[in-house]
T-cell receptor, first 112, second 115 residues
Framework: DQQVKQNSPSLSVQEGRISILNCDYT??????FLWYKKYPAEGPTFLIS?????DKNEDGRFTVFLNKSAKHLSLHIVPSQPGDSAVYFC???????????FGKGTSLLVTP | GAGVSQSPRYKVTKRGQDVALRCDPI?????LYWYRQALGQGPEFLTY????????KSGLPNDRFSAERPEGSISTLTIQRTEQRDSAMYRC?????????????FGPGTRLTVT
């Protein structure tokens, strides 16, 4: 069963606007969440993470928000750039440094 | 520095043959993970090692799959008597224990096709 869900397979955003990618999870024991970015023919690349004791983590144009009561997290990219076009995976783990449970990914297209 | 490398990048094999997939983690990384990724899906956990010890193999689909990391560095994932359903991208990742967030660094993957 899929414990991490990304219900939007794709998203298209204009350059300069905000991209919001969503992720839901079912296991309340998850305590660490990560976002990965993947370009074609490459492996996933770590983007940003958040511990369950926080509700927000920011790194430059990327911010991850965690709502534990709703078992929901989101990745905000502001402003979006064409180079951000990639597949974004949400992942969660039971304990930092352990196996990651991935969602199916959301394909983001940022148009000029 | 060098990232995670995997070899071969592509492997085509006939059903029933054994295959060995290799992963060379980032130097000094303690933990090594194997994942399998089907088309349109996210990576699915198979197994992981801390140093040479296999800590969890609960994700291995059946006993045709095995993995080892004898010296705590390079790892090999072996699939015996391959079947067509084994066709997928096999990804390796490594992580250090120098402190959170313990993000895993992925290699480019090995595309396995079983004909």
């Amino acid at each position: 069963d899929q414990q991490v869900k990304q219900n939007s397979p794709s998203l298209s955003v204009q350059e300069g606007r905000i991209s919001i990618l969503n992720c839901d999870y079912t296991n309340s024991m998850f305590d660490y969440f990560l976002w990965y970015k993947k370009y074609p023919a490459e492996g996933p690349t770590f983007l940003i993470s958040i511990s369950s004791i926080k509700d927000k983590n920011e790194d430059g144009r990327f911010t991850v928000f965690l709502n534990k009561s709703a078992k929901h997290l989101s990745l905000h990219i502001v402003p979006s750039q064409p180079g951000d076009s990639a597949v974004y995976f949400c992942a969660a783990s039971l304990e930092s440094g352990y196996a990651l449970n991935f969602g199916k990914g959301t394909s983001l297209l940022v148009t000029p | 520095g060098a990232g995670v490398s995997q070899s071969p990048r592509y492997k085509v094999t006939k059903r029933g043959q054994d295959v060995a997939l290799r992963c060379d983690p980032i130097s000094g990384h303690v933990s090594l993970y194997w994942y399998r990724q089907a088309l349109g899906q996210g990576p699915e956990f198979l197994t992981y090692f801390n140093y040479e010890a296999q800590q969890d193999k609960s994700g291995l689909p059946n006993d045709r799959f095995s993995a080892e990391r004898p010296e705590g560095s390079i790892s090999t994932l072996t699939i015996q008597r391959t079947e067509q359903r084994d066709s997928a991208m096999y990804r390796c990742a490594s992580s250090s224990d120098s402190g959170p967030p313990y993000e895993q660094y992925f290699g480019p993957g090995t595309r396995l096709t079983v004909t």
